[in-house]
């Protein structure tokens, strides 16, 4: 079994882009295969009156930052890939270069003024989707809309932080993803564990991640980068075990 596990940034990065290099760094140097960074205009999802608004208007990460973070990634030979939630962000991150996508479970309610077209939008590139649905929606609508693209759905459950005992076992295994939301590193371990069993060929592991003074909506439920380097450490350690088949 491999593991391809993913750097959730988020809004870890705060809209500045020497923490947004050494994030990417230091996640590569982790062992981490890609980190993942969100494409959103504040202005559409949230409301100016949010208490955290000048916070979240700062982490909008901008066409020409999204570039100067490729690149960087490229540099350091760690995937640099993005959940888009607006058209122009797909075709912004078609121009330099992404080979895959998220798609967000809030995009997968439909329910935001761009969501539909944004899916479309990817769905055209042909190119692999990873799609969290932990909010909900129809999950036999977004399969015809990317029928074309090779996908991979994530258990999730989007709660921040998701508790740990909520999480159901039974149908977490019946997805080759993981997008976990839960505190600490338990939950991404024990998936990888239980996935081992079944003989499958990949999994996808999707974990927020920090730097240790990082705040900020997402900091609460993010690990630091030292804690994602100890849960990949443990995750190679689980790829070379064997198992017979549950």
Known sequence: MKSYVVAEIASNWEGDLVKAKRLIRECKNAGAHAVKFQMWRANDLYSHKHPQWKFIKKSELTFKNAEKLKKYADEQNIEFFCSAFYPEAV??????????????????????????ETLEKVAKTRKPVIISMGMGG???????????NRKTFCYCISEYPAPFEKINWKEAIKYNGFSDHSLGIDAPF??????????????IIEK???????????????????????????????EKMKFKKL
């Open 91 to 116: 075709d912004h991150l078609e121009l330099i270069g992404v080979k895959k996508y998220k798609i967000a479970s809030r995009t997968c309610l439909l329910k935001d003024k761009y969501s539909l």
């Open 138 to 148: 129809n999950k036999k609508r977004i399969m015809k809309i990317f029928s074309k």
């Open 190 to 203: 024990l998936f990888a564990l239980l996935k081992k069993q079944t003989n499958v060929k990949q999994i």
């Open 208 to 238: 927020h991640v920090k730097s240790k003074n990082s705040k900020g909506p997402d900091a609460s439920t993010s690990i630091t980068t030292e804690q994602f380097k100890e849960l990949i450490s443990q995750i190679r350690i689980i």
